[in-house]
């Protein structure tokens, strides 16, 4: 049973940075895709970072390439989303999400009912 809790979510100025964590305290993450996605009211989940693989494969959207890190700590079975850079264009609710470790390996990776388990969000909030 996957079990997701994120945190870590706040507000910052433009240009700062925040750490998202998400704990599974069901499986052991590195047996599944994890994915951080990102919503904002009236529009669709979008997918920005994936990580699979044993915390060796990694994805990201164009929109935060280059400014966000996923990472994985199997001993903690905590996934991180480093976002440095933030702009306002960042701000969203956040959320965590676990699918078959297959889903990363393909082009369903941002395909939400492929995933298993979900948390709750935490909301990020980014002023100019």
């Known amino acids: 049973q996957v079990q997701l809790e994120e945190s870590g979510g706040g507000a910052v100025q433009a240009g700062g940075s925040l750490r998202l964590s998400c704990v599974n305290s069901?499986?052991?993450?590195?047996?599944?895709?994890m994915g951080w996605f990102r919503q904002v009211p009236g529009k669709e989940r979008e997918g920005i970072a994936h990580?699979?693989?044993?915390?060796?494969?990694?994805n990201y959207a164009d929109s935060v390439k280059g400014r966000f890190t996923i990472s994985q700590d199997n001993a903690k079975n905590t996934v991180y989303l480093q976002m440095d850079s933030l702009k306002p264009e960042d701000t969203a609710m956040y959320y965590c999400?676990?699918?078959?470790?297959?889903?990363?390996?393909?082009?369903?990776?941002?395909?939400?009912?492929?995933?298993?388990?979900w948390g709750q969000g935490t909301q990020v909030s980014v002023s100019s």
């Open positions: 990580i699979w693989n044993r915390g060796s494969s990694t």
């Open positions: 999400a676990a699918a078959p470790s297959l889903v990363c390996w393909s082009s369903d990776r941002d395909d939400l009912k492929r995933y298993l388990g």
């Open positions: 069901g499986y052991t993450s590195v047996h599944y895709c």
